[in-house]
């Protein structure tokens, strides 16, 4: 797995209702479309919860630092899952997200490689 | 509506049951369930069988069919029910709904799983599989979902990490004298808050192993439960209920609407309330979701439920027992038995059966069984017959 900046988004979807997901849905509240996307790679996150986890499937690092993050999106709060960059938070933190290549090998576990993308954002912690 | 009567229930041993697979176990289970029930094979209408991955475990699909010639109990009409960790309760409520609508007279639900020929690692893949993308590219298992959401609960409400620790304690007791549980053998707190970090907060003893077996029930009208036996319980309540998929997605991580939903349908449908329920069998895969579903199912305000342990209301002599069988965190978890075997808990305990483990005289009991990290949850309202 190699660490690396790009420019790849981190797309969060917008509803009718002001209400952002990450990851989108096909339908939001209410059974509405999405009207709209927001990159939220461009944003800073607080950390809700926070664990580390040592006992991971294949493929995956070991230990496994793991985070919910809270982002705030012109007032409007949007929760995310993901790695962390290491060991080295606590709730109410502050971190950013980063681009990963690839968060775990894809052919190693049960699921189908193709099904799915497996680049995503990492957290660190904001200097 | 005629109400829907439980006439026999089985369990195999749980543990690990090398040199026997799925097909073996289900048998076993089915079997011994009619023979309680003294019902013939010939007699079963529909045929369910709860089991969350045989095709991933163990390359074996097409169980209920399989089942039922095993039985001998062909032509049932059989379906698989598949609910990841909560296909046990969700079989009960199918097999209800089988019974109520009047389509079956008879109904057999076998939950089962085989899962100790895989390393713990493949087993966990298979149980992450039920995840959403963006969670599984991430590494996300359901322990460091209770790892999670255990953190918050601490720190949220202020609990102390002890009290995660005695649910492993008290439900290990209980599992010491449930003879078909994997692990019968007493810990102490120390030896739970030393164990080995598997998702911090979240040790080795927070969580459940990883299990063989199965277990069955029979249902069937009151009315013709009357003709087979004196010895029965009645489903009062039972209904089914879901969450995000997403679990970040969700306004307070330790909150789960699928107990708070499925338990409000099925109380309603019983015309019970909380204080009704004399004990209960949860969902412990871990031991942070004993404190959710406590909460959640209305035995306690948000936040509060670990103080019930501290207290000692939800030991075996307390005022609401909670996992008389050890839950899953002693008895084990075969992933589609383990809502079934909970059911089957209940209905031991109110037909006075429960052995060394037995309640004094209970007529009601819950089962509340957990499907991912409460991604879908179904909650079952157990009675006897004369319950007031």
């Given at each position: 797995m190699s660490d690396q900046q790009s420019d790849p988004e981190m797309t969060a979807y917008r509803y009718p209702d002001g209400s952002i997901t990450?990851?989108?849905?096909p339908y939001g509240p209410g059974g509405e479309e999405p009207v709209g996307t927001v990159d939220l790679s461009e944003h800073t996150a607080e950390v809700v919860t926070w664990t580390t986890s040592t006992a991971t499937p294949p493929g995956v690092r070991q230990p496994n630092h793991l985070a919910i993050v809270e982002f705030d999106v012109d007032g409007v709060p949007v929760r995310a899952l993901g790695q962390l960059e290491k060991e080295n938070v606590d709730i109410g933190d502050t971190v950013e997200p980063f681009h990963v290549e690839e968060l775990r090998d894809p052919e190693t576990g049960i699921r189908e490689p193709e099904s799915q993308d497996w680049d995503g954002f990492r957290f660190r912690p904001v200097e | 509506m005629e109400r829907v009567a439980i006439v026999g229930a089985s369990m195999t041993p749980f543990g690990d049951r090398e040199g026997e697979w799925l097909r073996d176990l289900l048998a076993e289970a089915g079997a011994d369930c009619l023979d309680d029930a003294g019902v013939d094979a010939d007699a079963v209408d529909h045929l369910y069988v709860s089991n969350m991955a045989s095709g991933e475990l163990e390359g074996q699909t097409g169980v209920p069919n399989m089942l039922a010639h095993d039985l001998a109990a062909q032509p049932a009409y059989t379906a698989r029910i598949d609910q990841t960790s909560s296909s046990g309760g969700a079989g009960i409520y199918a097999a209800w709904q089988s019974v109520a609508s009047g389509a079956s007279e008879t109904t057999l639900l076998v939950g089962g799983e085989k899962m100790t020929h895989k390393t713990t690692g493949e087993a966990t893949d298979v149980i992450a599989s039920l995840t959403h993308p963006a969670e599984y590219k991430h590494g996300v298992t359901l322990p460091s979902f209770a790892g999670l959401t255990a953190r918050l609960y601490l720190d949220e409400y202020d609990a102390p990490r002890e009290s995660l620790g005695k649910v492993a304690v008290k439900n290990h007791e209980n599992g010491v004298d449930n003879p078909k549980a994997q692990f019968r053998k007493a810990v102490d707190l120390d030896t739970v808050l030393e164990s080995p970090i598997v998702a911090d907060p979240l040790r080795l003893y927070d969580f459940c192993p990883i299990t063989d077996g199965s277990a069955a029930m029979l249902f069937c009208p009151e009315s013709v439960a009357r003709e087979i036996t004196d010895e029965y319980v009645v489903v009062s309540g039972v209904a089914g209920a879901t969450d995000t998929h997403v679990v970040h997605e969700r306004p307070d991580p330790t909150t789960m609407r699928g107990v708070v939903e499925s338990s409000r349908q099925a109380y309603e449908m019983a015309d019970r309330e909380p204080e009704d329920i004399e004990f209960a069998e949860l969902h412990d895969m871990f031991t942070i979701l004993e404190f959710l579903q406590f909460e959640d199912l209305g035995f306690a305000e948000k936040g509060e439920g670990w103080k019930a342990i501290e207290e000692g209301r939800t030991e075996r002599d307390g005022d609401l027992p909670i996992n008389t069988s050890g839950g899953l965190k002693s008895k084990g978890h075969p992933l589609g038995a383990s809502g079934v075997a909970q059911a089957v808990e209940v209905y031991e305990q109110l037909l006075g059966e429960a052995g060394d483990r037995q309640l004094d005289d209970p007529e009601i009991g819950l089962a509340c069984n957990v499907g991912g990290f409460g991604n879908c949850v179904t909650t079952t309202i157990l009675e006897t017959p004369e319950a007031e």
């Amino acid at each position: 797995m190699s660490d690396q900046q790009s420019d790849p988004e981190m797309t969060a979807y917008r509803y009718p209702d002001g209400s952002i997901t990450y990851p989108g849905h096909p339908y939001g509240p209410g059974g509405e479309e999405p009207v709209g996307t927001v990159d939220l790679s461009e944003h800073t996150a607080e950390v809700v919860t926070w664990t580390t986890s040592t006992a991971t499937p294949p493929g995956v690092r070991q230990p496994n630092h793991l985070a919910i993050v809270e982002f705030d999106v012109d007032g409007v709060p949007v929760r995310a899952l993901g790695q962390l960059e290491k060991e080295n938070v606590d709730i109410g933190d502050t971190v950013e997200p980063f681009h990963v290549e690839e968060l775990r090998d894809p052919e190693t576990g049960i699921r189908e490689p193709e099904s799915q993308d497996w680049d995503g954002f990492r957290f660190r912690p904001v200097e | 509506m005629e109400r829907v009567a439980i006439v026999g229930a089985s369990m195999t041993p749980f543990g690990d049951r090398e040199g026997e697979w799925l097909r073996d176990l289900l048998a076993e289970a089915g079997a011994d369930c009619l023979d309680d029930a003294g019902v013939d094979a010939d007699a079963v209408d529909h045929l369910y069988v709860s089991n969350m991955a045989s095709g991933e475990l163990e390359g074996q699909t097409g169980v209920p069919n399989m089942l039922a010639h095993d039985l001998a109990a062909q032509p049932a009409y059989t379906a698989r029910i598949d609910q990841t960790s909560s296909s046990g309760g969700a079989g009960i409520y199918a097999a209800w709904q089988s019974v109520a609508s009047g389509a079956s007279e008879t109904t057999l639900l076998v939950g089962g799983e085989k899962m100790t020929h895989k390393t713990t690692g493949e087993a966990t893949d298979v149980i992450a599989s039920l995840t959403h993308p963006a969670e599984y590219k991430h590494g996300v298992t359901l322990p460091s979902f209770a790892g999670l959401t255990a953190r918050l609960y601490l720190d949220e409400y202020d609990a102390p990490r002890e009290s995660l620790g005695k649910v492993a304690v008290k439900n290990h007791e209980n599992g010491v004298d449930n003879p078909k549980a994997q692990f019968r053998k007493a810990v102490d707190l120390d030896t739970v808050l030393e164990s080995p970090i598997v998702a911090d907060p979240l040790r080795l003893y927070d969580f459940c192993p990883i299990t063989d077996g199965s277990a069955a029930m029979l249902f069937c009208p009151e009315s013709v439960a009357r003709e087979i036996t004196d010895e029965y319980v009645v489903v009062s309540g039972v209904a089914g209920a879901t969450d995000t998929h997403v679990v970040h997605e969700r306004p307070d991580p330790t909150t789960m609407r699928g107990v708070v939903e499925s338990s409000r349908q099925a109380y309603e449908m019983a015309d019970r309330e909380p204080e009704d329920i004399e004990f209960a069998e949860l969902h412990d895969m871990f031991t942070i979701l004993e404190f959710l579903q406590f909460e959640d199912l209305g035995f306690a305000e948000k936040g509060e439920g670990w103080k019930a342990i501290e207290e000692g209301r939800t030991e075996r002599d307390g005022d609401l027992p909670i996992n008389t069988s050890g839950g899953l965190k002693s008895k084990g978890h075969p992933l589609g038995a383990s809502g079934v075997a909970q059911a089957v808990e209940v209905y031991e305990q109110l037909l006075g059966e429960a052995g060394d483990r037995q309640l004094d005289d209970p007529e009601i009991g819950l089962a509340c069984n957990v499907g991912g990290f409460g991604n879908c949850v179904t909650t079952t309202i157990l009675e006897t017959p004369e319950a007031e």
